[in-house]
């Protein structure tokens, strides 16, 4: 009888309003918020990553030779030393018109081909290694270039943005830890509802106990209410969420930065924002159930 009371009324013996009350909107921000969070995560974990993939082995090597003759001089020959050596995938010599349109915002234009000019840009060489540029690459490099171009200085491009990558890194634990502090505050306010609710519903609940009805099948109602409240709030939530990412991403691919690009979100990531409500309702279900079932032992 309990069980049929239960199935068919229960609705009525512990009132379940959907989508009522300050809960389903508490956890459509805290939703939001840990969506907006992991898919920076993501984003900086992909930029990071990418970037490191294109730069791994690439090395520069600059010709810091003051006089324009024997600057050039010894970078020819720099070049037919590197044809000769092993583990080189690909090299170039960086054309002065490219080096005068990089340093052309800062020092103005035609810094490179002045006569006489003061400020003397150094040749610069693109070089691609088959592998990682680790120390021994470079140290090979350097000795084979020491005899002809005694000014040259080399360098793995890798050296460059390890504080960016390293300052990525940390936003990114820092995205990791707001995640599980999110994760927890929804866990406490659930807490805090259902022990609300079970305290309104008291008088309820011991009627339904003399009825025979058991401890799992109250936790039950209380967990299917609380349910409902997360999965609807946990929907609107990621929604919003989405339209938070979705304008962000606009504005940033308007910067056509090369680290900004490689962080955009792939499919997977996609799939990984959509599992963040159906985690929070499971969180929610099973800490609403816990909750119930601790309460009601002490209170009966």
């Given at each position: 009888?309990?069980?049929?009371?239960?199935?068919?009324?229960?609705?009525?013996?512990?009132?379940?309003?959907?989508?009522?009350?300050?809960?389903?909107?508490v956890?459509?921000?805290m939703?939001?918020?840990t969506?907006?969070?992991?898919?920076?995560?993501?984003?900086?974990?992909?930029?990071?990553?990418?970037?490191?993939?294109?730069?791994?082995?690439?090395?520069?090597?600059?010709?810091?030779?003051?006089?324009?003759?024997?600057r050039?001089?010894?970078?020819?020959?720099?070049?037919?030393?590197?044809?000769?050596?092993?583990?080189?995938?690909?090299?170039?010599?960086?054309?002065?018109?490219?080096?005068?349109?990089?340093?052309?915002?800062?020092?103005?234009?035609?810094?490179?081909?002045?006569?006489?000019?003061?400020?003397?840009?150094?040749?610069?060489?693109?070089?691609?290694?088959?592998?990682?540029?680790?120390?021994?690459?470079?140290?090979?490099?350097?000795?084979?270039?020491?005899?002809?171009?005694?000014?040259?200085?080399?360098?793995?491009q890798?050296?460059?943005?390890?504080?960016?990558?390293?300052?990525?890194?940390?936003?990114?634990?820092?995205?990791i830890a707001?995640?599980?502090l999110l994760?927890?505050?929804?866990?406490?306010?659930?807490?805090?509802?259902?022990?609300?609710?079970?305290?309104?519903?008291?008088?309820?609940?011991?009627?339904?106990?003399?009825?025979?009805?058991?401890?799992?099948?109250?936790?039950?109602?209380?967990?299917?209410?609380?349910?409902?409240?997360?999965a609807?709030g946990?929907?609107?939530?990621?929604?919003?969420?989405?339209?938070?990412?979705?304008?962000?991403?606009?504005?940033f691919?308007?910067l056509?930065?090369?680290?900004?690009?490689?962080?955009?979100?792939?499919?997977?990531?996609?799939?990984?924002?959509a599992?963040?409500?159906?985690?929070?309702?499971?969180?929610?279900?099973?800490?609403?159930r816990l909750?119930?079932?601790?309460?009601?032992?002490?209170m009966?």
């Amino acid at each position: 009888m309990v069980r049929r009371l239960f199935n068919a009324r229960g609705a009525e013996l512990i009132p379940q309003a959907r989508m009522s009350g300050p809960m389903p909107w508490v956890i459509a921000i805290m939703v939001a918020m840990t969506v907006i969070a992991l898919a920076a995560g993501l984003a900086l974990g992909n930029a990071v990553s990418s970037a490191k993939a294109e730069i791994e082995g690439g090395v520069t090597i600059q010709i810091l030779e003051p006089r324009a003759d024997m600057r050039a001089e010894q970078a020819r020959r720099a070049v037919d030393s590197i044809k000769m050596l092993p583990g080189i995938s690909g090299f170039r010599l960086v054309p002065q018109a490219e080096l005068d349109a990089l340093i052309e915002p800062w020092l103005g234009t035609g810094i490179g081909t002045a006569t006489g000019s003061a400020i003397p840009v150094p040749a610069l060489i693109d070089v691609r290694l088959k592998g990682p540029a680790t120390p021994k690459a470079l140290s090979t490099i350097e000795t084979a270039l020491k005899p002809i171009a005694p000014s040259a200085r080399v360098d793995a491009q890798s050296n460059w943005l390890k504080p960016v990558f390293d300052a990525m890194v940390s936003l990114q634990l820092l995205a990791i830890a707001l995640v599980a502090l999110l994760a927890l505050a929804l866990t406490a306010a659930v807490l805090l509802a259902a022990r609300t609710a079970l305290g309104a519903n008291r008088d309820t609940i011991e009627i339904v106990h003399l009825l025979g009805g058991t401890d799992t099948q109250v936790a039950r109602v209380f967990q299917r209410s609380i349910g409902y409240d997360a999965a609807g709030g946990g929907t609107v939530g990621l929604a919003l969420a989405l339209v938070v990412i979705l304008s962000l991403g606009r504005r940033f691919a308007g910067l056509g930065a090369g680290l900004v690009d490689n962080g955009a979100l792939n499919w997977s990531d996609w799939l990984l924002l959509a599992v963040v409500p159906v985690l929070a309702t499971l969180l929610a279900m099973i800490t609403a159930r816990l909750t119930v079932l601790h309460a009601l032992r002490k209170m009966l």
